[in-house]
Nanobody
């Protein structure tokens, strides 16, 4: 089992910044990917960014080049640096973990990001 704990969400004005963190614990293997998704009410979850344990990244179409993702493998933690936030970025942001060895996926509880004037 892998547990994911997200943090860093909150309420910000347009143009503000937030840094989301996701720490994984439990049965961590050396080969995995972690990423961030977001979900607006009544909509499907959307990929924001993902990163492998080897450092390869993949970004969703809506935020390419805007929300850099990074990781600290020693801490089993990924980060999402969000800057120049827009009201349309408002959503619940979820952390995900994919184990390449076992094929299992895990999800965090989500952290709310609200961008409003």
């Amino acid at each position: 089992q892998v547990q994911l704990l997200e943090s860093g969400g909150g309420f910000v004005q347009p143009g503000g910044s937030l840094r989301l963190s996701c720490a994984a614990s439990g049965s961590i293997t050396g080969i995995y990917a972690m990423g961030w998704y977001r979900q607006d009410p009544g909509k499907q979850r959307e990929l924001i960014a993902g990163i492998s344990s080897g450092g390869l990244t993949d970004y969703g179409d809506s935020v390419k080049g805007r929300f850099p993702i990074s990781r600290d493998n020693a801490k089993n933690t990924v980060y999402l640096q969000m800057s120049s936030l827009k009201p349309e970025d408002t959503a619940i942001y979820y952390c995900a973990y994919s184990d390449y060895v076992t094929g299992k996926e895990y999800w965090g509880q989500g952290t709310q990001v609200t961008v409003s004037s």
